[in-house]
């Protein structure tokens, strides 16, 4: 019976993949692209501001409401932040990648490993809360600072207009550094692979033509890492994007569009609102990828 | 003549192991010169000793009598083509080609006049948008010769330069390799195993073994007069007699080589010594013949239509009086 199935199973093999393939296009197909897609249509059902329900007739009304002031610098907030996110954690990543990839070896490249990913192995609230203390008026880096006798420069930088504020924790330069800390192992990782995948010849090749380190990195290395590099910014940026729990926790009172959907689709009711707020990162997230794309990103794949 | 590379007691170490041991070695300006061995002899490492990529563990390389140890490779009068030709997969053949010039700060249109040429020398003109890709072996071995030629190097370094190529392709290339080192006048040092390559290439043979150059010099010379049972034996399947076989077959009492082409068969009784055929091998233009004489072995290459006996069959070996080559017993 078994020997029977597995000889059919053989004899056609596009039978084997449909039968393997189809629990997971099920859950991507129905779960996952259909709850996109009720999505998308709430976005476009508007609710009725005096009885507060939601009238299920097709309209552009509630992206006008998306387009009001308040509305408008949530979502201008939230990409600046991811955009700030990314390019930090683009930069801060990249050496460290680079290291792991090119110079790390044996015990220390365990260690390179272990060291990115335990950040992922704790409970998000636990290190959130952990930072919290961490930037808070009586905390540690306050304590060190002031034991340095440069008290001066922190206040200073918290005394800028916009991301300062009275202490770290409570400033967006507080959201920042979280939000970097918490994502950043989502563009170490990618970039690290990518960067493995170089092949050592191709830098000797430069080398031998005359280039200096500084015009391999940028006319080799880079460019061959770029895909690893977008895998990881899109890591980076839409979680920043979606994230409502960091600036909930720490930063100013000011909202995030991750805040903003769980507020309007919980207490207030607004789904409408919400799905429209959720369609934010999805279209930026589009628009990004096209442009990558178009500029060659994904050429050396 | 100006030497373009010399190795003085040059050795480099890997941890325990001793790629290159003590080499010295001398290659002349405008010469065609071959490294050959079998693979792990230390001729790859010796190369990279060169181009900078290994710096020596003791002795030193002179290139164009400087002292080279501090040179970094991107400062040496010094290109390659490497071994599985290292092309840039995100640029076209033209910018492949122009990157040493691209480097040095080269403006953009001299940069793709340069390149043009250069894949005009290569026989690969047209081919500038092209990405690597999308080129078959032997043109990327192409782009990859006129990349490292667009420096103008004193020497161009070859690592295994044919050996991903099929057989008709390579002889091809060989000769172009040949015509476009005339033409340039420069210095080509060029790592191989292939004997036949070496022979028919280089005008100078350096022949390394555990890391040490055994013999250098012409392929004739090389061939004709191996110093060493090694030598023999790797540059052109040689028989190899000890010296109590050597007495046997009437030739002095010596570590002796003979080369299968010159010996000939007769029939039994008439030659110099008696034996019976083991195996024939068809090689096209010619066949390789296995004798056992008493119980050594003896290869004989004799043309594809002379008669030879079945298997078993008795026959007379023949080779011109001085055929037999004395070698040092190592």
């Given at each position: 019976m078994l020997a029977r199935l597995s000889d059919t199973l053989w004899r056609r093999p596009g039978l084997f993949i449909l039968l393997l393939l189809t629990p997971p296009l099920l859950w991507l197909g129905i779960i996952y692209v259909g709850s996109l897609f009720a999505l998308l249509l709430q976005s476009f059902f508007s609710i009725d501001e005096f009885s507060g329900l939601i009238r299920y007739e097709l309209t552009l009304k509630t992206y006008y409401e998306l387009l009001t002031p308040a509305n408008g610098d949530i979502i201008l907030r939230t990409i600046i932040m991811a955009c700030a996110v990314t390019a930090a954690a683009t930069l801060i990543a990249f050496p460290i990648a680079l290291y792991a990839a090119r110079h790390a070896r044996g015990r220390l490249k365990a260690f390179f490993y272990l060291g990115a990913m335990m950040p992922l192995w704790s409970s998000y609230l636990v290190k959130i809360y952990a930072w919290k203390l961490i930037l808070a008026k009586e905390g540690i880096i306050n304590w060190v600072v002031e034991g340095m006798g440069l008290a001066f420069v922190l206040n200073a930088i918290l005394a800028f207009p916009v991301i300062g504020g009275n202490s770290l924790s409570v400033?967006?330069?507080?959201?920042?550094?979280?939000?970097?800390?918490?994502?950043?192992?989502?563009?170490?990782?990618?970039?690290?692979?990518?960067?493995?995948?170089?092949?050592?010849?191709?830098?000797?090749?430069?080398?031998?033509?005359?280039?200096?380190?500084?015009?391999?990195?940028?006319?080799?290395?880079?460019?061959?890492?770029?895909?690893?590099?977008?895998?990881?910014?899109?890591?980076?940026?839409?979680?920043?994007?979606?994230?409502?729990?960091?600036?909930?926790?720490?930063?100013?009172?000011?909202?995030?569009?991750?805040?903003?959907?769980?507020?309007?689709?919980?207490?207030?009711?607004?789904?409408?609102?919400?799905?429209?707020?959720?369609?934010?990162?999805?279209?930026?997230?589009?628009?990004?990828?096209?442009?990558?794309?178009?500029?060659?990103?994904?050429?050396?794949? | 003549m100006t030497v373009a590379v010399a190795f003085e007691n040059t050795s480099r170490h890997f941890g325990a192991v001793v790629a290159v041991d003590r080499v010295?070695?001398?290659?002349?300006?405008?010469?065609?010169?071959?490294?050959?061995?079998?693979?792990?002899?230390?001729?790859?490492?010796?190369?990279?000793?060169?181009?900078?990529?290994?710096?020596?563990?003791?002795?030193?390389?002179?290139?164009?009598?400087?002292?080279?140890?501090?040179?970094?490779?991107?400062?040496?009068?010094?290109?390659?083509?490497?071994?599985?030709?290292?092309?840039?997969?995100?640029?076209?053949?033209?910018?492949?080609?122009?990157?040493?010039?691209?480097?040095?700060?080269?403006?953009?249109?001299?940069?793709?006049?340069e390149a043009g040429r250069m894949l005009e020398l290569v026989k690969l003109g047209g081919y500038g948008r092209r990405k690597p890709s999308e080129l078959s072996g032997g043109q990327r071995q192409r782009v990859a010769l006129a990349r490292a030629l667009i420096n103008r190097p004193r020497v161009l370094l070859l690592d295994e330069p044919l050996g991903a190529l099929d057989?008709?392709?390579?002889?091809?290339?060989?000769?172009?390799?040949?015509?476009?080192?005339?033409?340039?006048?420069?210095?080509?040092?060029?790592?191989?195993?292939?004997?036949?390559?070496?022979?028919?290439?280089?005008?100078?043979?350096?022949?390394?073994?555990?890391?040490?150059?055994?013999?250098?010099?012409?392929?004739?010379?090389?061939?004709?007069?191996?110093?060493?049972?090694f030598v023999a034996d790797f540059v052109g399947s040689s028989n190899v007699f000890p010296p109590e076989v050597s007495v046997s077959f009437g030739e002095a009492e010596a570590w002796s080589s003979l080369r299968p082409e010159t010996v000939s068969l007769a029939p039994p009784g008439t030659g110099r010594v008696d034996g019976h055929v083991v195996s024939v091998r068809y090689l096209g233009a010619s066949k390789r013949v296995t004798i056992a004489v008493r119980d050594h072995l003896v290869a004989a290459i004799i043309a594809a239509d002379s008669p030879v006996p079945d298997q078993g069959g008795g026959v007379s070996l023949v080779w011109p009086a001085g055929s037999f080559h004395v070698m040092d017993d190592d």
């Open positions: 400033s967006y330069i507080g959201t920042f550094i979280v939000l970097l800390y918490v994502w950043i192992p989502f563009m170490i990782l990618p970039l690290q692979a990518a960067l493995e995948r170089v092949p050592e010849p191709l830098l000797e090749a430069s080398d031998d033509l005359g280039a200096t380190a500084g015009q391999t990195l940028r006319h080799v290395t880079i460019p061959l890492a770029l895909p690893g590099m977008i895998a990881g910014s899109i890591f980076t940026f839409s979680l920043t994007m979606g994230d409502y729990i960091v600036p909930q926790i720490i930063g100013s009172s000011r909202r995030f569009i991750g805040q903003a959907v769980y507020a309007h689709q919980g207490t207030a009711g607004n789904i409408p609102l919400a799905a429209a707020f959720a369609v934010v990162p999805i279209v930026v997230m589009a628009f990004y990828l096209w442009y990558a794309r178009r500029r060659g990103a994904f050429d050396a794949l | 010295d070695l001398v290659i002349e300006e405008g010469s065609f010169f071959a490294m050959l061995g079998p693979s792990g002899s230390g001729k790859t490492t010796c190369l990279r000793l060169i181009s900078g990529f290994e710096r020596p563990s003791e002795g030193l390389i002179r290139i164009f009598g400087e002292d080279s140890n501090d040179i970094p490779p991107n400062r040496r009068p010094v290109n390659t083509v490497f071994q599985d030709y290292a092309l840039f997969p995100h640029l076209d053949v033209d910018d492949n080609v122009a990157y040493g010039l691209m480097v040095r700060g080269v403006p953009r249109g001299r940069r793709k006049d057989l008709k392709l390579r002889e091809q290339m060989q000769d172009e390799l040949k015509a476009i080192q005339e033409t340039l006048g420069i210095t080509f040092i060029f790592v191989t195993h292939d004997q036949g390559e070496a022979l028919s290439m280089a005008d100078q043979i350096a022949v390394m073994n555990e890391g040490r150059v055994i013999q250098t010099g012409s392929p004739r010379e090389i061939y004709e007069h191996p110093r060493t049972r």
